[in-house]
């Protein structure tokens, strides 16, 4: 079914957070594809991943300061609630080159934002320089953080996973078309199939 690699797959590695939902589809198809997969956590017992990785304190301070600074743009309240999940979320970021997520993303004030909680690790990402790239699975349109305008827009076509090292993320609430999209990304990136 996934024959015809145009790349060496097991050169690439996903960083993921192994949660129920995107991070899960991220992780199934970095297996069948042949990607390795780091899955970052901290003090839970409820991560099976196989592929777990446990943050230390050491890395956990460091996530908790990223998760600060994003906050100065989000401006969100209640945060010490998931502090575990978010100072995770930066590792995931922090050793990726690039960044994709399936996230709700809507117009607000002219700007799009991201909702719920992957706006953490999508504004980690922002705030690092990273290349970002977000899809809408009910809008069905991808969209990329543009660093000269600051902005989101939408992105023409479909993205390709394009360094060794890149984040798979998003939300808990995953539908078949953000699975799609997953899976899509991987057959273009990997395969010479793709669309």
Known sequence: MYLYFMKQADQYT???GGAEGADAYF????ERFRVRTVAYSYKTRFHRSV??????????????????QANEVLKR????????????????????DEVFAIAPIRLNNKE??????????????????????????????WFYWDKTSEAFKTLKGE???????????????INLFGI????????????????
């Open 14 to 16: 996903c960083h993921s």
């Open 27 to 30: 992780e199934f198809f970095s």
């Open 51 to 68: 592929n777990k990785y446990e943050l230390t304190e050491a890395e956990f301070n460091e996530g908790r300061i990223r998760v600060l």
């Open 77 to 96: 309240s209640n945060i010490q609630r998931y502090l575990n999940l978010l100072a995770r979320n930066w590792h995931q970021v922090k050793n990726a």
């Open 112 to 141: 799009f934002k991201i909702k719920g909680g992957s706006a953490w690790a999508v504004q980690m990402a922002v705030n690092a320089g990273k290349n970002t790239f977000v899809y809408d699975q009910e809008q069905l349109l």
């Open 159 to 173: 993205p390709r996973i394009s360094t060794l090292n890149f984040a798979g993320i998003g939300t808990r609430n």
């Open 180 to 195: 799609e999209a997953i899976e899509q990304l991987y057959k273009n990136t990997f395969t010479n199939n793709g669309k």
